[in-house]
């Protein structure tokens, strides 16, 4: 399979074709939004960086586009998408300026990989990551992961743009923070769109939040049709009842290395 993206789709970055055959990551609405970031938020980019979670490189690639990037370091823990990450920065020209190694999170599982990640510490000027919900708990173990992982590579003052979406709730989003990161804004949104519960994951990750408010857990932000905001519990009682899919906005946060003058949510 194949997806092509405009030149509109990518900020300016000019059109990039990705291909992902089955077996691997096929790109989403969030890859979408991330995409849409790195191209109208190029200034914010240069130097090293890291694709946590690379997928078939569409992020990677887009950041490789940016002409004041140098080198980017795309991750991910399926070999299957780290081969079609490959392929895909061949056929987007930007091969000289990107490399793919299978990795859990920043620990590659070959030598070659970890030499790589070795010479990065403290390095990485910017970090692009789209990464999955976590199952099992509140769905934003892999945001926290990623987070801490990536700490030590960064320079200070070094970036993480992150997709986060809407119903996880700011209070999830400033405690990404811990001392580590100030929290710099939201660089973009979608509109509130259907968090679609005909998608098994989408599905999946909405059980696991319910269970996280039955634990006592920080209540998650959904939208109605009608704009109010309601819960992950009430958005599946609705869902079970109407067969409607609550509402959430793809969105992509920055975070910064170190103490910088504080941005308001
Ligand atoms: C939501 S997808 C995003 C892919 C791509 N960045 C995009 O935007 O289309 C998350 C990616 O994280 C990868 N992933 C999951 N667990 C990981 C881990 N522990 N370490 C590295 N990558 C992981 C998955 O294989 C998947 O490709």
Known sequence: MRTSFSAEETGGLGPIVLEHPPGSFEPTAASRIGLLTVGRHQDLLGGVGVDWGCGVGVLAIATALVPSVEKVVGLDVAPANVEQAHTNAEINRVEDRTAFHVADSMSPVDAGGAAVLEGLTGRVDFVVANPPASVGDDGFGFRRRVMEDVAPFLVAGGIVLLNVSAQYGMARVLALQSGVFTYQGMLESTDAVPFDQARPDLAENLADYVAEEARGGV????????????SATEARRRYQATGSSPLSRWQVHLFRKGEWPAVTA
Do not use: D, N
């Open 219 to 230: 209540t998650y932000e959904f939208l109605s049709a009608a704009g109010e905001t309601i």
